[in-house]
């Protein structure tokens, strides 16, 4: 992978704009999708993925883990952050240090310097699962961005507006995307559609997306 003098983002990774302070950077974690892969082994060892329950009593179709300081979980009580896996009553596994670089060099790409991410949620979406459209307001400081990093079999995410009734365009993510949210966008709504079947060289036969935010 070849790097220019001013920044780490590799030359190859395109970038679009999806609108104010929202940035895609095609490929971005292409390069360190194996050594991802290896951490999200090893943080789903000590904190299983779970279909979590949804307030209303759904079980959410994509399953999910996390690791760092913060977790989010959600069940009978509501949506929150908490420091403890509720399967345990223990801490998260601490953030992987490839975890935690790409997302501060991603944020960094794309115009936040000053990113520390305190939480990260692991979604592993197997064919059939998908996340209806939400917003991401549990966090205490929408002026920090939410990082996004795609890994394994292709999803269209739906990319709407700060209204639900606003219509979202589709917009596909590939193996190696990261997505960077903030600004004026930090509150837009967003969702993923149904995955497709497929088989991906390094995740087999699903798709995880790694999501670095600021939760306190
Ligand atoms: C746009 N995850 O975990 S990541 C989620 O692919 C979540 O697993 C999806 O939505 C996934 O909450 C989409 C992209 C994303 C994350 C946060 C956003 C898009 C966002 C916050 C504001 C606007
Ligand atoms: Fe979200």
């Known amino acids: 992978?070849?790097?220019?003098?001013?920044?780490?983002?590799?030359?190859?990774?395109?970038?679009?704009i999806l609108s104010e302070g929202a940035i895609v950077l095609r490929q971005f974690a292409t390069a360190q999708g194996p050594d991802l892969l290896k951490e999200i082994k090893q943080v789903t060892a000590a904190a299983p993925l779970r279909h979590m329950k949804t307030p209303?009593?759904?079980?959410?179709?994509?399953a999910m883990s996390c690791c760092g300081s913060w977790g989010w979980v959600t069940d009978a009580r509501g949506y929150r952050y908490q420091a403890d896996d509720p399967c345990f009553g223990a801490?998260?596994?601490?953030?992987?240090?490839?975890f935690d670089d790409l997302a501060k060099s991603a944020a960094f790409a794309a115009g936040y310097p000053y990113f520390t991410p305190d939480a990260c949620l692991i979604n592993c979406y197997e064919p059939g699962a998908k996340m209806g459209l939400h917003q991401d307001k549990n966090e205490r400081d929408f002026s920090q961005p939410i990082v996004?990093?795609?890994?394994?079999?292709?999803?269209?995410?739906?990319?709407g507006g700060l209204a639900r009734s606003e219509r979202a365009k589709n917009i596909p993510l590939s193996h190696g995307d990261v997505v960077v949210w903030g600004g004026p966008s930090r509150l837009r709504y967003h969702g993923v559609l149904t995955l497709k079947a497929?088989?991906?060289?390094l995740t087999g036969a699903c798709r995880y997306n790694l999501t670095f935010r600021c939760a306190r």
């Open 1 to 16: 992978m070849t790097f220019d003098l001013f920044s780490d983002q590799p030359i190859n990774a395109t970038t679009e």
């Open 198 to 201: 497929g088989a991906h060289p």
């Open 148 to 159: 996004s990093v795609s890994l394994g079999l292709p999803q269209v995410f739906q990319f």
């Open 56 to 62: 209303g009593g759904h079980s959410m179709s994509v």
């Open 91 to 98: 801490p998260w596994p601490s953030m992987p240090s490839v």
